[in-house]
């Protein structure tokens, strides 16, 4: 059975810093590019990053370069999202995802305020 699941979350103030992580089992986890997403109320869920099977290439969405990094521990089956210089527009449920594939994890929900 294929789980996801992500932990991490919670209520930080603007500029605070947070760090997700999400845990893969079920399949083969080091085959596979990773992306996290996210998707704030009464919006579309939009892709935060993607890091390939080995690491070595990652991309991010314009919004966070800069402040998130991704990072994997294939070793861990786990994939992070270190998210710094967090805004009130961060604000919203993460997600990870495993490429071309429908697996999805139950998202983890980052607010930032003050």
């Known amino acids: 059975q294929v789980q996801l699941v992500e932990s991490g979350g919670g209520l930080v103030q603007p500029g605070g810093s947070l760090r997700l992580a999400c845990a893969a089992s079920g399949f083969t986890f080091s085959n596979y590019v990773m992306g996290w997403y996210r998707q704030a109320p009464g919006k579309e869920r939009e892709v935060v990053a993607h890091i390939t099977s080995a690491g070595g290439r990652i991309n991010f969405a314009n919004s966070v370069k800069g402040r998130f990094t991704i990072s994997r521990d294939n070793a861990k089956n786990t994939v992070y999202l270190q998210m710094n210089s967090l805004k009130p527009e961060d604000t919203a449920k993460y997600y990870c995802?495993?490429?071309?594939?429908?697996?999805w994890g139950q998202g983890t929900q980052v607010t930032v305020s003050s």
């Open positions: 995802h495993a490429a071309n594939t429908e697996y």
